[in-house]
């Protein structure tokens, strides 16, 4: 250790600075083509957007010829446009209640109950939960339709109790695209926290039970504050996975009915490619970019809070 | 500033081919010698496939070295055209042929996607076979033409004679206003209460279906119309949009069309076609004069009793007023894209597609109303189903769109009132309301007119 530590110090003092600041650049080399694909395939269209939004570039019609610069124009009509508060509160409730509440919470509980559980158990309830997970998005969007239909699964079962059900999706559109979205994503969440669970030192929370902490004591002031930059880390990316939900949605509800399950995804799709107005589309979706920053900066706040 | 805008049209255009995925799966041969032809195809609409099979087969054989590409899209009538949209918005994936809604021509052309075809028809001897007024289907606003039609619709009340016999209704059906509508409606729920008495399509999920199979055959039988051509403006306030709202809620309080749960699924249609009329669990609904083409041989529903069974009416005005009926015209055409490499080609190939033996058997699959005078007087037309010449009779009657560029929203609009009246969300009143300041908004003020 001394002596690479000696050599490496030795031979930076011989180098002259411009040499020191062509090393440092050299060292950036490998990771220039992966900037370059985020750059290309992330940052393009995201940029492309943004710009877009400012003008009033459309589908057909004389805007798609030669689209005009329109400042905050689309921005003002949101501000006036009713359907887009509506929609701004149900991403927002979409958010908070299927991923930060449904998906979070019960990946925790699953995984908590899996690190209790035998081997088999464990396993079992592992394949089950991830099977919903592992289903690509439209076929997974598919069984939730047929779950909730008028026909579905669901009313079948419920027929069999001598209980008629209703059209839920339909009646309680929300509830059923939020139950929907627990079930497909609570895999990803309990996954991160198996992971994170196994991390935990036994003996601390071993010492905790011979001081006399009981179940919950120990989750609440051991288990938690350990793994928080874990909880940090999976909230920040199961809120942007549900901010960006839009397959499920559309297959389920097609955020109908009249809007009541209408989320950002879904109303910029409808502006965008419905109307034919990319313009005011691309505004709602730079909307949406900006609430995922939001969320991204207030979750990496916690990450870095963790590791301190 | 228009360049970043080009640019980032194209990049769209890819990302939007690449996430549709549903089309050009071969390899693009890039050759002077290849056209490539968009159209729609579906699992229940293969009749302009088949045409474009054969057009295929005939224009390569008298064009020796010319590939036509064809490259069918699987979708519904709004996802094709937004497919299409985005195909022509690059170099690179515009068609040179394609396949396109009347209603969009005039804002396609402003686009610029259309090719003008004036010169071409000039030359071209059988373009006076068209009849005069489905050539303006094809018109653009500086009054040149841009799509030649290949064939166009009517709608009618399509009605089951045995459910009405069994509501002692006399037949043959002619309903003068619309209240004879709902007597004849309460008659078959009183007689059996578990079929559908009068379907009318409402709400978004049958987009323009809910507008031309029933809100506009309400609206154009008031006196009232959407847009007045005369004056360049969208009409707001009409009493007769509140009245047509208000039908609608009728029908649907009092049970007497589907359920508002089915009226809001996009596949409603399918039932009416494939189950509730064929099973007699539903009296009459409104539809185009193209039903027969899914009940005939090698239709999606087939059913061998639908010429026996199905009579046509005449959808009423609303108190049997002149010119005492209503219908609604739309229709699809053929167009030249604008970025095409070898406009003379594709042209040709246009023709080929509609030329007497491709129409004809493209209207007669597809139950199309001819726009050629040499189809329409073929026996083989004539003879394609029982109900020809009650439809084709409705061209008398007929409205069309206003196909400008602010259609579809304001179309969207009507849909969203239907759909807050039949949910129960708002009155007929509150919803025309609403429907007027979003029209105001959509097109401003200058736009509209009270009336």
Redesign the interface.
């Known amino acids: 250790m001394a002596v690479r530590d000696s050599f490496g110090r030795g031979s930076l003092r011989h180098r002259s600075p411009i040499q020191r600041s062509l090393r440092r650049r050299l060292r950036l080399l490998p990771v220039v083509p992966s900037i370059l694909l985020l750059a290309l395939f992330m940052l393009?269209?995201v940029a492309?957007s943004i710009?877009?939004s400012f003008?009033n570039?459309?589908?057909?019609?004389?805007?798609?010829?030669?689209?005009q610069?329109v400042g905050l124009d689309n921005y003002a009509r949101m501000l006036?446009?009713s359907a887009f508060p509506l929609s701004a509160w149900l991403t927002v409730v979409f958010v908070a209640v299927s991923a930060i509440l449904g998906q979070n919470a019960l990946g925790l509980v699953i995984a908590l109950l899996m690190t209790r559980s035998g081997g088999t158990t464990a396993s079992l309830v592992g394949t089950v939960v991830v099977a919903s997970w592992i289903l690509p998005e439209i076929v997974a969007a598919f069984a939730a339709y047929a779950y909730f239909s008028?026909d579905g699964t669901l009313n079948q079962l419920l027929g069999m109790i001598g209980v008629q059900g209703t059209?839920w999706l339909?009646?309680f559109p929300m509830a059923a695209i939020i139950l929907a979205n627990v079930w497909r994503g609570t895999a990803f969440s309990m996954l991160v926290y198996r992971a994170a669970l196994s991390q935990v030192p036994r003996d601390v929370s071993e010492a905790a039970l011979m001081d006399g902490a009981r179940g919950w004591q120990r989750l609440a002031f051991i288990t938690l504050p350990i793994i928080r930059g874990s909880v940090a880390t999976n909230l920040m990316l199961i809120t942007l996975q549900t901010l960006a939900v839009f397959t499920l949605i559309w297959v389920m509800t097609?955020g109908?009915?009249?809007n009541a399950s209408t989320t950002l995804p879904v109303l910029a799709y409808q502006e965008a490619?419905?109307?034919?107005?990319?313009g005011y589309g691309t505004a709602i979706a730079s909307v949406l970019i900006l609430i995922g920053m939001v969320f991204g900066a207030v979750y990496v706040r916690l990450i870095r809070g963790a590791k301190l | 500033?228009?360049r970043?805008?080009r640019i980032?049209?194209a990049?769209?255009g890819v990302?939007?081919l690449l996430a549709s995925a549903a089309c050009s799966a071969q390899p693009q041969a890039v050759s002077k010698q290849t056209i490539k032809i968009v159209y729609q195809k579906t699992d229940s609409f293969t009749a302009l496939d088949k045409v474009f099979q054969d057009a295929k087969q005939e224009f390569e054989a008298a064009n020796a070295g010319v590939t036509v590409d064809l490259e069918p899209i699987q979708a519904n009538d709004?996802d094709y055209g937004?497919k299409l949209?985005?195909a022509q918005?690059s170099q690179d994936t515009a068609p040179d042929v394609f396949y396109e809604d009347t209603f969009?021509v005039r804002?396609?052309v402003?686009?610029?996607?259309l090719l003008k075809l004036d010169s071409q028809l000039a030359s071209w001897d059988e373009w006076s076979k068209f009849n005069e007024g489905a050539k303006a289907a094809g018109r653009g606003d500086d009054g040149s033409i841009y799509a030649v039609p290949l064939g166009t619709d009517t709608r009618a009340i399509w009605y089951n004679k045995t459910v009405l016999q069994k509501a002692g209704i006399p037949l043959p059906w002619q309903p003068k206003t619309w209240d004879d509508i709902l007597a004849a409606a309460r008659k078959m729920k009183a007689v059996d209460p578990s079929v559908i008495p009068f379907s009318m399509y409402a709400?978004?999920?049958t987009g323009e279906g809910t507008v031309m199979q029933s809100f506009y055959e309400l609206l154009y039988g008031t006196g009232s119309s959407l847009y007045s051509e005369s004056d360049k403006k969208w009409v707001v306030g009409s009493k007769g949009f509140t009245d047509s709202l208000q039908f609608l809620k009728t029908l649907y309080d009092e049970k007497l069309s589907v359920t508002?749960?089915d009226a809001?699924d996009?596949n409603v249609w399918k039932k009416v076609f494939g189950q509730w009329l064929p099973q007699g669990k539903m009296g009459a609904t409104v539809e185009g004069s193209y039903a027969p083409s899914f009940w005939q041989k090698g239709g999606s529903y087939e059913w061998a009793g639908y010429a026996q069974d199905m009579g046509v009416a005449k959808f009423p005005t609303q108190f049997g007023q002149d010119p005492g009926g209503v219908s609604m015209s739309g229709g699809w055409t053929l167009a030249v894209g604008a970025k095409t490499k070898s406009p003379d080609l594709a042209f040709k190939f246009l023709t080929t597609a509609v030329n007497k033996k491709n129409a004809l058997a493209f209207d007669v699959n597809n139950s199309q109303i001819a726009v050629r005078t040499d189809v329409a007087s073929d026996p083989g037309y004539q003879a394609a189903n029982p109900f020809v010449k009650d439809v084709s009779d409705l061209v008398g009657v007929t409205h069309y769109r206003p196909a400008t560029?602010d259609y579809?929203?304001i179309s969207?609009a009507v849909q969203?009132a239907t759909?807050?009246v039949i949910?129960g969300?708002q009155s007929p009143a509150e919803a025309a309301a609403e429907y007027d300041a979003s029209v105001k908004?959509l097109v401003g003020d200058t736009k509209v007119m009270q009336k």
């Open positions: 393009a269209p492309w710009y877009a003008t570039a459309a589908l057909s019609g004389k805007a798609a010829l030669n689209p610069w006036t446009d008028q059209n339909y009646a097609a109908g009915p009249s490619f419905k109307l034919g107005d990319i | 500033m228009r970043p805008v980032g049209a990049l769209l990302v939007g709004d937004t949209a985005l918005r969009k804002s396609d402003d686009a610029g996607y709400g978004k999920g508002p749960a809001l996009s560029a579809p929203k969207l969203q759909e807050a949910t969300k908004k």
